[in-house]
């Protein structure tokens, strides 16, 4: 079935360390690929997209992102997490029918 | 300028009831979204206008559930009468016309029903 997974339903961090939060596509053609963070009491907030070209995508916040067609994936990544950092990030695609699909969420905890 | 608004940001109501939900795009923005959370489940599609038109209702559940969008501007989505299972968080979302895909979201309404 077609799908957006991401494995990860809760992660824990220190402030300082380098974060990964995984995302994987099940579609037959690349689709268009996002990420939103909601923080607590917020609304959703995009992050990047990838639409096409340089598979590594620079977003806000310091954020970015690696696009790998082999693997389906759309991994989001930080250096250095901060404690404002912490929030639900959502991992959603675009498969040209001007509808975003959600993967179901990945919630950050960062320590100090 | 303004992000999309939503209003109210939390409403609760007593299974039978009947709530509406208002959503005003950003400025400009002819696609308007509305997307639904319920507990535990991932974001997912209700329907999407363009300006006054509903151009796909494929994720409205059933016919208890009425969006509207009188003169392009803003929407309602009108929930009638309430269940339990329509507890969730709804998030409306906009678009420029050209650029849909990415879309912009508004803070959610948080809908409880008891």
């Known amino acids: 079935a077609q799908s957006v997974t991401q494995p990860d339903i809760h992660i824990t961090v220190s402030e300082g360390a380098s974060l990964e939060l995984r995302c994987n596509y099940s579609?037959?053609?690349?689709?268009?690929l996002f990420w939103y963070v909601q923080s607590p009491g917020q609304g959703l907030q995009l992050l990047l997209k990838?639409?096409?070209?340089?598979?590594l995508v620079q977003g806000i916040k310091g954020f970015e992102a690696e696009f790998k067609r082999s693997q389906s994936s759309f991994n989001l990544r930080k250096p250095s997490v901060h404690w404002s950092d912490a929030a639900e990030y959502f991992c959603?695609?675009?498969?040209?029918?001007?509808?975003?699909?959600f993967g179901t969420g990945t919630r950050l905890q960062v320590f100090p | 300028e303004a992000g999309v608004t939503q209003f109210p940001s939390h409403s609760v109501i007593e299974k039978g009831q009947t709530v509406t939900l208002r959503c005003d795009p950003i400025?400009?923005?002819?696609?308007l979204y509305w997307y639904r959370r319920v507990m535990g489940k991932e974001i997912k599609f209700l329907l999407h206008?363009?300006?006054?038109?509903?151009?796909?209702e494929s994720g409205m559940p059933n016919n208890r559930f009425l969006a509207e969008r009188t003169g392009g501007t803003y929407s309602t989505l009108k929930v009638q009468p309430a269940e339990l299972e329509d507890s969730g968080v709804y998030f409306c979302?906009?678009?420029?016309?050209?650029?849909?895909?990415?879309?912009?979201f508004g803070p959610g309404t948080r809908l409880l029903v008891l």
């Open positions: 979302a906009s678009s420029q016309l050209g650029q849909q895909e990415t879309q912009y």
């Open positions: 579609y037959g053609a690349t689709p268009y």
């Open positions: 990838y639409f096409s070209g340089d598979t």
């Open positions: 959603a695609v675009d498969i040209y029918t001007d509808k975003l699909i």
């Open positions: 400025s400009g923005h002819d696609n």
């Open positions: 206008f363009v300006k006054e038109s509903k151009q796909d």
